[in-house]
């Protein structure tokens, strides 16, 4: 299965929500591998705690392989090189966790129809070998959204294929709300280039699932929170709601949402279960990936959103 990371901007929590749910999905026993595709700035290796990793490999990393100066590209057993000594371990029946870094150093370029073929050859490569794989796109329109829809478009794709996965993310925020509806509807959005690439837009629209990242709750403020916060909270949740329903960003497109977590926000790193334990992340976090991982995979829930 090919999942599809994107947002409108940075800052969305894309990658490390990715990071995270490629992670819960290894818990579960598939094997999985993280491809960052966000060439200007393939940042995955900081989130995984692999510091040769932070900004990309030096050479032959995704990049290097499109552009065709690699045969294959450089990837690596999560477990095996991070620096996290609480994450090496492999828990019993979980799967494989892999990734394939982006290049230090690199950055868009134009699309041509060769790295099309060669975006098409690795989802194959990945496809065989790994249970699900997701791919993090670069934020906005890029090359790396318009090749990754021209790789896995029904022109291209066997309808006999593993399903294809969405994911649009998007701060829980008025600008980001209006942003991301831009980016999936707008002129020259998400859903023009995949018709361009030979998605039906209704079709492609059935792909897509929206994830709302650092959502606050009641706990905002504070434990010493006083009823005007509570209540601006409350109204400011309800305007958004509304705001996101008029941008057709509404609950029929909604695949998750992620709590206002401070590992997230200061660290963005994959939260462990043992980082529940000691109190140092929410139950509700890792309970919201959970459930995310459990709606990516299983087609019912997924289209039961």
Request: proline share 4%.
């Amino acid at each position: 299965m090919m999942v599809f990371a994107s947002s409108d901007k940075g800052g969305t929590g894309r990658s490390v929500t990715s990071c995270n749910l490629a992670y819960r999905l290894s818990l579960l026993g598939y094997d999985v591998a993280y491809l960052d595709f966000d060439f200007g700035s393939p940042t995955a290796g900081a989130i995984f705690e692999i510091s040769s990793l932070e900004r990309g490999t030096a050479e032959g990393g995704l990049h290097s392989y499109i552009l065709g100066r690699v045969a294959k590209p450089m990837r690596v057993d999560i477990r095996a090189v991070t620096e996290r000594n609480d994450m090496k371990t492999r828990p019993p029946g979980s799967g494989k966790l892999m990734l394939y870094p982006g290049d230090d150093g690199g950055a868009e370029f134009a699309l041509t129809k060769p790295h099309i073929k060669k975006a098409i050859a690795l989802f194959e490569q990945v496809e065989r070998e790994f249970d699900v794989c997701i791919v993090d796109l670069s934020a906005g329109r890029s090359s790396a959204l318009d090749m990754s829809l021209q790789a896995v478009s029904p022109n291209v794709r066997p309808r006999s294929a593993d399903p294809v996965r969405w994911l649009l993310f998007h701060r829980w925020t008025t600008q980001h709300v209006i942003a991301a509806s831009g980016l999936l509807f707008g002129t020259n959005g998400i859903i023009s280039c995949a018709a361009n690439a030979g998605f039906g837009a209704s079709e492609f629209t059935d792909l897509v699932r929206t994830i709302r990242t650092a959502v606050p709750d009641s706990t905002a403020f504070g434990t010493n929170a006083v009823p005007e916060q509570e209540a601006w909270l409350r109204e400011s949740d309800d305007i958004l709601k509304g705001l996101a329903k008029t941008r057709h960003l509404g609950q029929d497109l909604l695949a998750g949402t992620t709590p206002l977590e401070p590992m997230l926000l200061w660290r963005e790193q994959v939260i462990l279960d043992v980082d529940v334990k000691r109190n140092l992340a929410k139950q509700a976090t890792t309970d919201a990936f959970d459930k995310l991982a459990h709606k990516v995979i299983n087609s019912h829930a997924w289209e039961g959103f």
